[in-house]
């Protein structure tokens, strides 16, 4: 009797008329938590390859690139012509669910040859850190996702009380340790990203491994136990020894590099009668107030400019991929007449 309460169950909330946006994601729920409804999903869905973590791209004609998504049948057939167990399937990651409830899965095939991959899928795989910024919304944040959670799964498999394996769900939003019981869930580390202006002026900052002539937002990762509040005064405080007198939330972002950060974007405030910038040299390789000219200049860069001998180094920020560019956007904004 169990079975069709449980076909019931199953089809019946998903008939009910919900909002479309309500719907999809009590059916994500469903495949995250229940094993067989994944199972289910998994046979019609959209899969995403990945290569020891660098996604599938495919370029079209115009030279636009493409994160492509594969029908499972098809991975099944890719599988099958390479002589390799179409089980690997199982291996798949769910990541999310289109507007068509349409399971998306990534699955890394790292242990198979790359290029006879490639040649039948007619892509590449291409790092994250380059097919980042090849892709356009919203591939770009599907595939940091993608590469965030496979890389959670091929770090997390043994557990760190026991040492004993984990074990994944068929979704793989958790793996578990038989032993201690423990379950562990893909992690973001919290970072509070600040744009600090006195009024007139936003203060940038840039790191010695930052691009030539790139200033950036300041950001730093929140401690333990730690509001986002209490992050973004330490931080700001640390690293340009400067008082924040107000904040107001911008946004958020999932920023991959280099571990899945979770980036929440602040605007702060501090006093014009005291905007001496100490710097720690530590942290940061500069720091300084710059002008509604000078970011408006910086915002037209889209691309990284070349570094010609005996000119001067160019001032650019972040691209529009960064939350910076938009907290930066959005302050040039607020102040243009
Ligand atoms: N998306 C964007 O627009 C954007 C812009 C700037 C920085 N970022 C990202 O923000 C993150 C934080 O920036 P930051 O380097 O200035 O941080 P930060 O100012 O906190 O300094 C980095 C220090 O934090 C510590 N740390 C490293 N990983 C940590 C973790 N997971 N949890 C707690 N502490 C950790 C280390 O001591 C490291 O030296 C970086 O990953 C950077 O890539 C994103
Ligand atoms: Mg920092």
Same mark, same amino acid.
């Given at each position: 009797m169990l079975q069709p309460l449980k076909i019931l169950f199953r089809t019946n909330w998903m008939s009910r008329s919900y909002s479309s946006y309500v719907s999809r994601m009590r059916y994500l729920n469903r495949i995250k938590e229940d094993d067989e409804v994944c199972q289910t999903a998994l046979q019609s869905g959209d899969i995403f390859l990945f290569h020891k973590l660098a996604p599938l791209l495919q370029q079209t004609g115009s030279g636009i690139y493409q994160f492509p998504a594969l029908q499972a049948e098809d991975v099944k057939g890719i599988l099958e012509n390479l002589g #390799? %167990? !179409? #089980? *690997? *399937? !199982? %291996?798949s990651v769910l990541i999310n669910c289109t507007k068509q409830n349409k399971a998306q899965f990534c699955l890394d095939?790292? &242990?198979? #040859?790359q290029s006879a991959v490639e040649n039948l899928c007619g892509g590449t795989f291409i790092d994250l850190r380059k097919a980042f910024f090849l892709l356009r919304e919203p591939e770009a944040p599907l595939a940091s996702r993608g590469q965030a959670l496979l890389r959670w799964h091929q770090t997390n498999v =043994?557990? &760190? &009380? +026991?040492g004993q394996p984990t074990h994944r769900n068929q979704s793989g939003s958790q793996r578990v340790c038989l032993s201690s019981g423990i379950t562990y869930y893909p992690k973001m580390s919290p970072v509070v990203i600040t744009l600090v202006s006195d009024g007139k002026r936003c203060l940038l900052g840039r790191q010695? +491994? =930052?691009?030539?002539g790139m200033y950036s937002a300041l950001a730093g990762f929140c401690d333990m136990g730690e509001t986002m509040e209490e992050t973004l005064c330490r931080e700001i405080a640390e690293e340009v020894g400067l008082e924040v007198e107000s904040i107001r939330y911008s946004g958020s972002q999932h920023w991959p590099f280099p571990q899945s950060s979770l980036m929440v974007a602040c605007h702060a405030t501090v006093n014009p009668d005291n905007t001496q910038i100490r710097l720690d040299t530590m942290e940061l390789e500069d720091a300084r107030w710059f002008s509604l000219e000078e970011v408006q200049e910086a915002l037209k860069i889209k691309t990284p400019p070349r570094k010609n001998e005996g000119q001067p180094t160019v001032f650019w920020v972040p691209p529009n991929h960064a939350i910076a560019n938009r907290l930066i956007q959005e302050w040039a904004n607020q102040l243009q007449p």
């Open positions: #390799e %167990d !179409k #089980e *690997m *399937m !199982k %291996d095939v790292g &242990s198979i #040859e =043994f557990c &760190s &009380s +026991t010695a +491994t =930052f691009p030539q």
